[in-house]
């Protein structure tokens, strides 16, 4: 065996074990994803700078593991007993929505899609009864978006509209008043949309489009969106690999 393909294998076993540093529950959830990624990332790793690179990406793995574990133990922690999961996507941390189904944002890198993807949101928001717009209504808009990477992506996963928004709904509920006249993002939803800018960096776009969104979302932890997808049978995994196909066929 090849000392690259001996190194990757020691990784490999050594990450896994340092995926039980985290709650069971969210390494149900994400770890064989986070394994498939870091194995991806040794070997881009070593295919670049050899021993010098794999080094340098377990130095910020390491750093990166330790401080989300422990944080992903302590919200699970103080989760036991409390409200449901998804409850804190009904805290409007971030004020962009100044009307229904208007958006209000200086960010001028996003896509006309995605910015109409966004306006969407609110108006799922709104039809649940919600005061705040959450990674589930950002799925919904990029559902309804059917034009944009998004659309095609789900569509071609097997996700409906109507499946989404039914999960959606037994999953975060119906409010009992009508919504205020502002609606503000979530923290999830925020935590969202700085994922999809990084996700547009990394894949050295100069623009955050609808699959940046998407990416954003699935990939963000106990996001709403993220749990619709599982009830229908989808992992962020499976939702990256066909961004990347598709976007591969443009």
């Given amino acids: ?62 750093a990166d593991l330790v401080g989300t574990a422990l944080k ?11 409200a449901p999961i998804y409850a804190q996507e009904r805290r409007s941390t971030m004020p962009l929505f100044s009307k229904p189904a208007r958006v209000k944002t200086s960010l001028d890198t996003f896509t006309k899609r995605a910015t109409y993807a966004l306006q969407l949101a609110t108006e799922e928001a709104r039809a649940l009864n ?16 059917r034009k944009g990477v998004s ?3 789900l569509h071609n996963l097997g996700v409906s509209l109507d499946q989404a928004r039914g999960a959606a709904q037994s999953l975060v509920g119906v409010g009992k008043q009508p919504p205020p006249e502002v609606q503000a993002l979530s923290k999830r939803a925020v935590q969202a949309i700085d994922r999809a800018i990084d996700e547009a960096r990394l894949l050295d776009h100069k623009f955050v489009g609808t699959e940046h969104l998407l990416l954003g979302i699935v990939e963000t932890n106990d996001g709403a969106a993220a749990g619709v997808l599982t009830r229908l049978g989808l992992t962020a995994g499976q939702v990256r690999a066909e961004v990347l196909r598709v976007l591969a066929q443009r």
């Fill in 1 to 62: 065996m090849r000392r690259s393909a001996m190194l990757l294998v020691a990784s490999d076993r050594v990450y896994r074990t340092l995926l039980w540093a985290y709650p069971a529950d969210f390494r149900r959830t994400y770890g064989a994803d986070m394994a498939q990624v870091f194995r991806d990332g040794c070997r881009d790793a070593i295919a670049r700078d050899g021993v010098a690179g794999l080094i340098e990406l377990w130095l910020h793995t390491l």
């Fill in 72 to 82: 992903e133990r302590v919200t699970a922690a103080a989760k036991r007993g409390k």
């Fill in 130 to 145: 919600h005061g705040y717009i959450g990674t589930e209504h950002v799925l919904l808009g990029l559902l309804r978006e």
């Fill in 151 to 153: 659309g095609e992506v």
